[in-house]
């Protein structure tokens, strides 16, 4: 009993030495799970965390992504053409109205539509937020939008009509359209938004000027009488 209780003993100071370490090196692999996890999370989540519409950049992607997929989907609309033409030209319609309305009010601040004059001629009308302040993440998804879509669109176009697919041909063009009007319309409205900018920083300079020239004058003819 003598001769085996030494030996018993530094077998279970062994065994409790692995089993802590073991149990250590499951935590810190629990641990790394989890903040990969976090970060995965965070990652998939950071879009909408940092916008501050998340509402309106959702929709602004949903229901052009929704016309996309159904589009590429063959089985959901096979020998259901009809319906299906129906259902995409539904989505791009709640697209575009979205876009030009709503989306681009609240993520970039501005807004466009066009007017029918007496004559029959068009003209082009733009609205942005005095003192605009535009979210970077909502700038760069609103404007990687518009401007993907209608190369999405436009590379359907060219498969159906390589295909002779005039009947999805149709359907692309009609896509194409509804993307393309927010896009020139949008891209106008930017533009008259930064010309308005220009001009008004112009007119402050300007004025800025003005003044400080007056106020040299006074001070000059102050100092001259003395």
């Known amino acids: 009993m003598s001769d085996q209780g030494p030996a018993g003993g530094d077998v279970l100071s062994m065994l409790e030495g692995q089993t802590m370490s ?11 799970n989890n903040s990969t996890n976090n970060n995965t999370n965070g990652g998939s989540e ?20 929704a016309a996309i997929v159904l589009y590429i989907i063959p089985f959901l609309h096979k020998n259901n053409y009809v319906i299906s ?10 697209d575009f109205w979205t876009v030009k309305n709503i989306s681009g009010r609240l993520l970039v601040g501005l807004r466009w539509w066009n007017e029918i004059n007496e004559d029959g001629t068009n003209s082009w009308l733009f609205e942005s937020k005095d003192n605009r302040v535009v979210n970077k993440t909502d700038s760069r998804v609103f404007w990687g939008a518009l401007y ?10 060219l498969m159906s009509l390589l295909s002779l697919s005039f009947k999805w041909l ?23 938004a930064k010309q308005k900018l220009g001009g ?20 000059g003819s102050v100092f001259g009488r003395n």
């Open 200 to 219: 008004f920083l112009g007119n402050n300079s300007m004025v800025q000027s003005m003044i400080g020239s007056v106020i040299s004058n006074k001070v």
């Open 46 to 65: 950071s879009i909408f965390k940092t916008s501050s519409h998340p509402v309106a950049l959702f929709f602004h992607l949903f229901f052009r992504t």
């Open 170 to 192: 149709l359907v692309d063009i009609v896509a194409l359209s509804f993307n393309i009007a927010n896009l020139i319309g949008y891209y106008k409205c930017e533009k008259d």
């Open 148 to 157: 993907i879509a209608p190369l999405v669109w436009l590379l359907f176009a």
């Open 22 to 32: 073991s149990y250590g090196n499951n935590n810190s692999n629990n641990n790394n």
């Open 85 to 94: 033409f129906v259902v995409i030209t539904m989505l791009l319609a709640f």
